[in-house]
Structures are given as structure tokens and as C-alpha cells.
């Protein structure tokens, strides 16, 4: 980004803040079009646009494009809304959502209580169309509901800063959703399925989905749903379906949903059912369901087990069984409650219920961005370089500080209570291990890291925090203990169009680091479980779920961090940036499944890269 187009994209942004155009006025879809490019980028220098975008958003005209949307037939990146809509509920708040991190707090209370007052005007216009006639026009619904997840997800985010979640405690917004809820026009129109689809795409609505009780049981009572007057019904046919395909979704973000549908046997029964009596295009997202939760013979398997244990079951121990029709009354204390089994397979599965749910190292980041970039002798220099750059240094306390300095100020930001205490004690005991573990805590750490790592622009003058931290990653002589050769997996997303680039012998190295597991079921359960199911016009498989199997074959490429991970049952081995890999072997298993072999290539031998303990 050179400084004349951010100055001329400054100066466009604070002229909108103060001046009205017409909604599809070409300036708007100009200027949206240039922060959607910086938003994209992980450069300091676009940091310069934040301000004109809070003053965008502190400006009536946020609000004013919310008073009344404006449908807009000529449609922009699918969307439903006009241009200037556009600017202000999606492109403004997006670069915000992506940038704010080194201000998050400052900018939260600039813009938070703001926002928490737009939202009860927005919800008044916006939330009544929901019970609109059925004559209304479909596009226009479809831009109101749109218009209303922008600026929930605006909200969203200033809710999960500290500094200022309270105020969502103190504001009505919650009762004025749940009133319109309450309407029973949304019960009794069958149109309102689109709109709760276009609802569920929100993050934290997904979330609360899975996590709480009753979210699934809703969900799997629909996708079992049957009217006995009229079993061919239209009405209930976009029920059922419409909740496979919500159920498909939330089996795609959170991998370990698939236990507990797996343990709803009529659920499951009905799915088996259900796959017998309907067309073969009305078996795509059912089947995609059972190929995630197991294979179809293996589902009917175990339910014909389970029924026949619970038959035996029935026979054998009725009548020494108490039985109670009571509800659990909660009300009742009690201080501990203990389990024994002399089973050893059950002993496993509580030791599982005490650990803390799984992260999802072993696919992508989210972005969807493949793993890998081709790899030249050019990119193999450029690895090299970052490995040993700082070898030389030395590994006394004055040596570890410095590094630690840099590190800390690179990093200090993404979560300074969590991992601020891990960097600390890095520096304080002089001990490496901390920073593995403050790579291992769930937070932004290793998020920035690797998005900073994978950008194409990064630069290692002006980011010494990471290469410092890739220093301590190769070269530390505390960490050599852990080095791990051998086979690990990870799954990653990839299209059809990524693999024809990718051949056997093909060389590729990885951008960042990358969590891998010693656990093959580990890594072919996040493969499957992250798929998405989308095919082009012509029935092929966008996205496949590709199964990695990495050889590593060189010291410190990989350090084995089981003993140290708050995910110890995943058994990870950490993988350094910038390792080269060729391709060995391709196996297609299936339309949307795909294996890749690949075997570290041979490090030569670098004189450069042995340490120097002078001190200075």
C-alpha cells in the first residue's frame, strides 16, 4: 500500500462521513471496493484508515441508511442491499472488526454505546418486517435481514471486549428481539425458514446452538419432524430439510457436535429411514451427514447393536432397576458426587470429560487458505535465512531478554492476561517452554502469528518479534529434547483447482506454523468434520477434505509439545515455518476426500547455523 492511494482513500472516507449521495452513487462502491483491498492486507500502514472509519460510523448517516434500506436489483458481491447500504453496514465495519486490535478499547468506547443505541432504533424498523404478509417481496426481506446481522455482528463484537460488555447488560435490546419472537405469525408462516437460516450464519448464534442444552434436541426434533394428516406435506418437507441442512452447517464449525448426534438414536434412525424414501437429490445432505457422524453400514450397525442390548438389557435386570418419574430436582445440595469402573475403556472416556473441549489446530485457520506455497530454491534461501538468521547470537540471559523484548512488544496485544503471563515467565526463569505454551493457549497469539507469518508482504526488518520467536522455536538448545521425527496429520481444506496444482514430486513449504497430531483418528475427524458441501453448477465438489500425512525426517522441524499442550489427548507436534516438503503420493478416496503423502526434504548441512556464545 503506497502512501498517495491511502492519503487519496483517507480523504474519500472522511468526505462520505460528512456528505450524502444518492444510494448507488459510484463513490460508495469506489471507496468500498478500496477498503475491502486493505482490509484484506496485515500491514501497519493501513492502520491509517481506522480513523475515518470510526467517523464514518459515529456519523448520522450510519444510521440514516438503516431508516430505510434501499434494495439495490443490480446485485453487488451478492448482496441484496445498495451501494451506499453497503459502505456503511458492511465494508466500514468489517475493516474495524479486522484492524482495531492495538486500539480495541479506545475504539470501544468511542463507538460501543452508539452502536447500543442504534440497535433499538434498528431492531424497532427492522425486526417488525419479520411478521410482514406473505405478499411482501422476498429480495426486500432478504435486505432487511441483512442489514440487521451487519450491525448485530458489529455489536458482537464490542460484546466480547471487556472494557465494555456491561453496557449490554444494562440496555433492552434482548426484550424487544424476544417480543417480536413472541409474535406467532413467525410460528404459523412458513417463509420465516429463510429468514432463520439467514440468522443461524451468525458466529455466536451457531455457538449458543451447540452449546446449549436445548439447541440441537430442537434442531434434530425438526429434521425428525412427520404430520401423520398429510406425510407428503410441502410445508413440512422445508422444515426437515432446512434442518438437515443447518445441522450439516454446525457439523462443518464444530467437530465434536458429531458425538452427541451420534448419541441421539432417534436422530439417527430416522436419517437411516429417511435415506430409503426420498429422491436421490434429496439425499445429498443427509448422506453428507452420516458420511461425517460414520459410514452409513457402520451407523446401521451399532443401531442394531444398541437395540439389541437394550432388549437384552430390558430382559435381565427388570424389576432391580429404581425407577422414577420424578425430574431431577436441582434444588437439593449435595458436595461430591463419585464414579468407579474397573473398566479401563470407561476410565478413559471420564478422564476425557475432565479435559477442556478440543481446539481445532489440525485444519485451517478459518480463512480457508490452503496450507502451502510452492516451493524454488529462491523460497528454500528465504527459509533458510529465517531458520538461522539469529542462531549466532548466543543463549545467555542478556541474549534471551532482547529476544523476549521484541517478542513481547510484537504480541503484547493479542491477549495480555492469558498470554502475557506465559511471556513474562519466559523471560523471568529464562525457560523456552513458555512460549510453547503460550503458543498452545487458545487465543489471538497463534492467530497473529500465523496471519502474520502467511502474509505476503511480511517483513522480517520490521517484525523482529517473530523471527525472534522462530529462533527460540529451531535453535534454543533447552527445546532439542523435543524434537520429533516421524509421521503426523493434519487435515486442510482444498478446492479442485489448489490439487491439479500440487503434483507427486511437486515441492511445497508451509507458511506458517502448523499444529499436526500423532493421532491419525485425531486428524481424519477434523479433515471430515470441516468439509463444506458445495458443488459447482455441474455437480462437482468445490472444496475437498484433504488428509496431510507428513514425514519428518530432520532435528527440530517438529517438537513433540504433548507434555506441554492444554490439549495433551491430541498429541500435537508442532511444525516450524518455512519447512520444505515433497509431494510422495495423491490418493482421490472419494468426490470429496482426498489423502497427500508428503516427505520432508533433506536439510543440507549449514555451517552458519552453529551458535557463538561470545558475549559482547
Known sequence: MKGPFLEKLIQDIEHLSKHSYKPNEQRYRDAAQQIRVCTNEETNEVEVLLDPIIACLSSKYYRDVYEKIIVSYAKISKSNLAAKHLFFMRDCPEFLLRHDYKRQDEVAALLCMKMLNNAEFILEQNLPSLNDSEEDEEIKKNADNEALL?????????????????NFLETRILDKILQILQNETLIHSTSRIGDIKTVLENDLVQKTIVEEKEGILFLTKFACIICPDDPISENIKKIRL????????????????????KSNDLFID????????????????????IWKLGHEETLRQEQAEKKKQLEQDDRTTI??????????????????????????????????????????????????????????????????????????????????????????????HTDIERVGQFLNNAESDQNPYYLLKAYTVESDFYKKLNRDLA??????????????????????????????????????????????????????????????????????????????????????????????????????????????????????????????????????????????????????????????????
Open 319 to 412: 424389576g432391580d432397576q429404581y425407577d422414577s418419574t420424578d425430574a431431577w430436582d436441582d434444588s437439593v445440595p449435595f458436595d461430591l458426587m463419585m464414579s468407579y469402573s474397573d473398566d479401563s475403556t470407561e476410565k478413559e472416556e471420564i478422564k476425557k470429560l475432565f479435559l477442556r473441549e478440543s481446539s481445532n489446530r489440525f485444519n485451517d485457520d478459518g480463512t480457508g487458505h490452503i496450507d502451502w506455497m510452492k516451493c524454488d530454491d529462491a523460497a528454500a534461501e528465504l527459509a533458510k535465512m529465517y531458520r538461522f538468521r539469529h542462531a549466532s547470537i548466543g543463549w545467555k540471559k542478556k541474549d534471551i531478554d532482547r529476544r523476549m523484548k521484541f517478542i513481547k512488544e510484537e504480541m503484547s
Open 270 to 289: 430416522h436419517l437411516l429411514t429417511f435415506m430409503n424414501k426420498i429422491s436421490q437429490k434429496e439425499k445429498m445432505i443427509p448422506s453428507g451427514i
Open 242 to 261: 432446512s434442518s438437515l441442512t443447518i445441522i450439516w452447517q454446525l457439523l462443518s464449525i464444530v467437530p465434536t457436535l458429531s458425538k452427541k448426534l
Open 455 to 616: 502474509t505476503k508482504h511480511f517483513n522480517q526488518g520490521t517484525n523482529s518479534g517473530i523471527i525472534y520467536f522462530i529462533d527460540f522455536f529451531f535453535n534454543h538448545p533447552e527445546l532439542e529434547k523435543l524434537s520429533f521425527k516421524g509421521k503426523v496429520y493434519r487435515g486442510m481444506p482444498i478446492t479442485q483447482d489448489d490439487l491439479k496444482q500440487y503434483g507427486i514430486g511437486g515441492k511445497v513449504m508451509n507458511k506458517a506454523f502448523m499444529s499436526t497430531t500423532k493421532d491419525l483418528d485425531v486428524a481424519k475427524n477434523f479433515a471430515k468434520n470441516n468439509l463444506t458441501y458445495r458443488q459447482t453448477e455441474h455437480g462437482t465438489q468445490v472444496k475437498m477434505a484433504a488428509l496431510c500425512i507428513y514425514e519428518i525426517i530432520n532435528d527440530r522441524t517438529g517438537l513433540d509439545i504433548e507434555p506441554i499442550s492444554e490439549y495433551a489427548l491430541e498429541r500435537e507436534v508442532l511444525v516450524g515455518p518455512y519447512t520444505a516438503f515433497v509431494i510422495t503420493a495423491i490418493r482421490k478416496i472419494r468426490p470429496d476426500y482426498v489423502e497427500i503423502d508428503l516427505r520432508e526434504c533433506e536439510k543440507a548441512n549449514d555451517d552458519d547455523g552453529e551458535e557463538d556464545d561470545n558475549d559482547d
Open 150 to 166: 451487519y450491525h448485530i455482528k458489529l455489536l458482537n463484537h464490542f460484546a466480547q471486549i471487556r472494557s465494555t460488555r456491561k
